[in-house]
């Protein structure tokens, strides 16, 4: 089980930007699916980005176009950029791991703690 550690939430207005980090334990990270959930207060939690297996990342359709997610692998860091921020966009978010089983990604059993988004005026 890989360990998981986020950060970079905040409180920001509407249109506003936050980049959020999440560590990863494991130095072999290339060996999971990576992706980002979120969960907005008295709803269920929502997938933000997927990836699969070779690394391609599916977007949710909400956030398509101002949501990006990458890599920096020297640093065993995922990162979630986020953009043109939308008061429904004020949720937890977390990063999970999955181990890679081709041709896809087993169940994510490995979650970080959270790291509180808040967008108001």
């Known amino acids: 089980q890989v360990q998981l550690v986020e950060s970079g939430g905040g409180s920001v207005q509407p249109g506003g930007s936050l980049r959020l980090s999440c560590v990863v334990s494991?130095?072999?990270?290339?060996?999971?699916?990576m992706s980002w959930f979120r969960q907005a207060p008295g709803k269920e939690r929502e997938g933000v980005a997927f990836?699969?297996?070779?690394?391609?990342?599916n977007y949710t359709e909400s956030v398509k176009g101002r949501f990006t997610t990458s890599k920096d692998n020297a640093k065993n860091t995922l990162y979630l950029q986020m953009t043109s921020l939308k008061p429904e966009d004020t949720a937890m978010y977390y990063c999970?791991?999955?181990?890679?089983?081709?041709?896809?990604?087993?169940?994510?059993?490995?979650w970080g703690r959270g790291t509180q988004v808040t967008v108001s005026s």
């Open positions: 494991d130095a072999s990270s290339s060996s999971y699916c």
């Open positions: 990836m699969d297996y070779h690394g391609a990342i």
């Open positions: 999970a791991a999955a181990l890679k089983v081709w041709p896809g990604c087993s169940q994510y059993d490995s």
